[in-house]
C-alpha cells in the first residue's frame, strides 16, 4: 500500500514565523502535491512538483513555497506565517504524469497561527 | 472560480436506503471524474471514478453517473452504512490537475 506521511499532524505558529510542512511518500511516485482544505471551500491546489527540483504553481501559490530536493519528499514552505494561512494541509502523490487522476493523501497537518 | 459544485452540503438518509450526491462542472475540457471520500482526521481517500468517454462506472454499492450534456455526475450509494458517514468530495480533471468541489457530508443514520 501506498504511504503518504506527514510530518507534522498538528502545529500552532505565530504569526511572521517560518513554517515547514514536511511529505515523504513511499511508492517511488513522480507527482506530488499540496492542497488546502478550508469549510466551504473544498480542497485547493497550492503548489505541485512532477519530478525532483521541478515544482509548479498551483491556484492559490501566493504566501507559499515549495521544496523537492529529493523525489520521495516534497516540503512546503510558508515564508512567514499569517493567520488566513491557518488551515487543514493535505500532502498527495501520484505515480506518474499519465495517471488516472487518483491521488493517495496524506492524513494531513492541521496548521494553527495565532 | 469553482468550476466544480457540490450544492446540498450535508445529506442525511436511513441505513439501507440509497445516498444521491450530485456534482455539477462548467468546464467541458475535463476528461476524468473521480469521487473521494473524507473522514475526519483523515486524509481523502479514492473511491470511484469516469471517464469522460463513459456514462456509467459501478463499483460494489458504488455507482457513479456521468451526463456530459449537462455537465452533470452523480454518485449513488445503495445500500447506505453507517461507515458511509463522511465528507464526500467531487473532482475532476483537465491537464493532470485536479479540481475539487466544496464537499457534501453525508450522515447514515442506523
Known amino acids: 500500500d501506498v504511504k503518504v506521511t506527514q510530518s507534522s499532524r498538528y502545529l500552532v505558529k505565530r504569526t511572521g514565523e517560518k513554517v515547514f510542512l514536511e511529505c515523504v511518500q513511499d511508492m517511488d511516485h513522480e507527482n506530488m502535491f499540496w492542497y488546502r482544505q478550508d469549510p466551504g471551500l473544498g480542497l485547493r491546489l497550492i503548489y505541485f512538483s512532477y519530478d525532483v527540483k521541478m515544482k509548479e504553481k498551483g491556484d492559490i501559490p501566493e504566501g507559499y513555497s515549495v521544496s523537492r530536493e529529493k523525489k520521495e519528499r516534497f516540503s512546503l514552505i510558508l515564508e512567514s506565517a499569517s493567520t488566513n494561512q491557518t488551515s487543514m494541509y493535505l500532502c498527495?502523490?501520484?505515480?506518474?504524469?499519465?495517471?488516472?487522476?487518483?491521488?493517495?493523501f496524506g492524513e494531513g497537518s492541521r496548521l494553527t497561527v495565532l | 472560480d469553482q468550476q466544480v459544485k457540490q450544492n446540498s452540503p450535508s445529506l442525511s438518509v436511513q441505513e439501507g436506503r440509497i445516498s444521491i450526491l450530485n456534482c455539477d462542472y462548467t468546464n467541458s475540457m475535463f476528461d476524468y471524474f473521480l469521487w473521494y471520500k473524507k473522514y475526519p482526521a483523515e486524509g481523502p481517500t479514492f473511491l470511484i471514478s469516469?471517464?469522460?468517454?463513459?456514462d456509467k462506472n459501478e463499483d460494489g454499492r458504488f455507482t457513479v453517473f456521468l451526463n456530459k450534456s449537462a455537465k452533470h455526475l452523480s454518485l449513488h450509494i445503495v445500500p447506505s452504512q453507517p461507515g458511509d458517514s463522511a465528507v464526500y468530495f467531487c473532482?475532476?480533471?483537465?491537464?493532470?490537475?485536479?479540481?475539487f468541489g466544496k464537499g457534501n457530508q453525508v450522515v447514515v443514520i442506523p
Open positions: 473532482a475532476a480533471r483537465r491537464n493532470n490537475r485536479l479540481a
Open positions: 498527495a502523490s501520484t505515480k506518474n504524469r499519465v495517471n488516472t487522476g487518483e491521488l493517495f
Open positions: 469516469i471517464s469522460s468517454i463513459k
